[in-house]
């Protein structure tokens, strides 16, 4: 039965390589147009995913779509439509001795699977990212967004259809979990595999599908309040980092302090109180923070409230002596997404940088910056924890691979 979708997909990728750049872009700009035109359909269908979770469901969140969020995919499709294409760039050309002319050129990776759960947006931003990039999407979006994927993907078969292009250069599988299933294993019709989830969901591409896997998405993040650190500097970063949207792999986990600065906490960590965050801190902390954060928030730690991506309006503290136990703590419990330093002291910045293995390290910012936008891709297919071919934030450039071209006029060997 599923067969039929990448055989589809693998067939429609074959013509994508035959447009030109104009009609790709003409096609980002319609699916742009085409999102504020049909919002009010999205939206109703968006409502009915909405009416069956549970509002204290962290995915909920993720989930909702409105005129605001819809302008944002739609500002991110004409921004990935005036971008240019990376297809056909030379990385590398050299002439051998014997005449040989070699050049390295980037093409599409060919047919993405991607594989998500309460993320419409995901639909519309892999669909641009890849259409862009000459390969084909397809979509295995979860059940708890089924209607409202349903709807953004008729959007987008509408205006290919419109354009006289093979719809399949966007596929959208039935919510099905056997669905999940025939795409892990849909080895030589799917050329590479992109889970955006949760961590039980990308372990669980990683350990059964048969083709290779692109690991995005669970961040597991950590901001180091130095000795030396800035506390209003501190004070808004944290609460930015943590509380502008808690559902996003991007968002503060874990608040490490120096011991030195534990006077400070009250003052750093006060903003949080007003999102309601509850606090989950160590002995050292919980007492700096005894009758200065709402007790109804305050909690001590377990072993448990460490490693954890929270994706809820939750925080732990942890109290350290040096940068090295910080530096120690966060390689044991970092998922490799984003960390942070807040430090005025430059040496301590640098071994921060250099030591910490992560995709994104940054000093006295707020980690909520980890985006494919925000870092000025047009938008992301994911963000890469791995090291293997992609890291961090995903844009257009991550959608490709290459191959050799070699003009001879003869040689043989």
Known sequence: MYQQYFQAAVAASRKLSQLNPATISLVLNDVAQGLIGHAEQIIAANRRDLERMDLKDAKYDRLILDEARLQGMADDCKKIAGMNSPLGEIIYSNTLDNALDLSKVRVPLGVVGVIYEARPNVTVDVFALCFKTGNVAVLKGGSDAEFSNIALMNVIKGVLKNHNIDENAAVLLPAEREATVALLNA????????????????????????????????????TYFDSSGDSMKAREIIFNAKTRRVSVCNALDCLLVHADRLADLPLITGRLAEKEVEIYADQLS????????????????????????????????????????????????????????????????????????????????????????????????????????????????????YKWLIRGNGQVR
């Open 187 to 222: 080895r030589g019709l799917v050329d590479v595999l992109i889970p955006r989830g949760s961590q039980a969901l990308i372990d669980y591409v990683r350990e059964n599908s048969k083709i290779p896997v692109i690991e995005t998405g669970a961040g597991i993040v950590h």
């Open 286 to 401: 919980f007492a700096a923070l005894k009758n200065a954060y709402p007790e109804e928030l305050l909690f001590e730690a377990r072993a448990e409230d460490y490693g954890i991506e929270f994706l809820d309006y939750k925080m732990s503290i942890k109290t350290v002596h040096h940068i090295d136990e910080a530096l120690e703590h966060i390689a044991r419990y970092s998922s490799g997404h984003s960390e942070a330093i807040i430090a005025e002291d430059i040496e301590t910045q640098l071994v921060f940088l250099n030591a910490v293995d992560a995709a994104a390290v940054y000093t006295n910012a707020s980690t909520a910056f980890t985006d494919g936008g925000q870092f000025g891709l047009g938008a992301e297919i994911g963000i890469s924890t791995q090291k293997l071919h992609a890291r961090g934030p995903m844009g257009l450039e991550e959608l490709t691979s």
